[in-house]
């Protein structure tokens, strides 16, 4: 049998309906970052938070990236379509990590925070610049970094760490890709220091207006 239950109503509405109070007397702390907040909306129902679910995404980069690699080529507007990301935290399950696409689930504004760690070796007077591309390889957000600012000599094991936040409107449905443009450059996945290693490039996005 199938049937909706009502505690203090003769009205049930959903599968489990409680006017008033509801107390949880031994509740098991959460183990795990895959899990969600709940939260109550403006009729008393119980919900997944939106923002925890969807459009959360956090992604490192697990190999290095030089784009003077044989098949890294740049698209028509110069963009290199960086492929080498891996997820740590896909809350809604937007990203694809064996093309490194991020789908964007609702259409609003999203924060985007890029770290990278860069060995620059652009030889020209223009600037770096990375941000998000979309499907049609054009930039739908991006940021200047001056090149005297991420030029290093040397090998390149160490290289210069930057951190870029902004925001974009991106579209429901419609697939995005961190893009790094200009010039000659590799993108140092964990860096090599004289006291040890760490992550060195990291995207972030994440929902907050919809």
Known sequence: MWSQVGVNTAHPTTMLD?????RVRDAAASTSTDDVPLVIDSHGNVKKQLSSLLGNFRGRLISDYDSR??????NSNGI?????ITELIDAGDDFNSSTSTFVA???GIYEVTITLTIFGINTTNINYVAGLIDDTGSWVMRFSMPKAEVEISGSGSVGSAKTYTGVARLTAGKAYNFGFGSGDFVLLANPLGGTGT???SYLKIQLIDN
């Open 18 to 22: 409680v006017n008033g109070d509801l």
């Open 69 to 74: 690699l044989a098949g890294n080529v740049a």
């Open 80 to 84: 290199y379509k960086i492929d080498t």
């Open 105 to 107: 689930p609702l259409t």
């Open 198 to 200: 760490g992550i060195g």
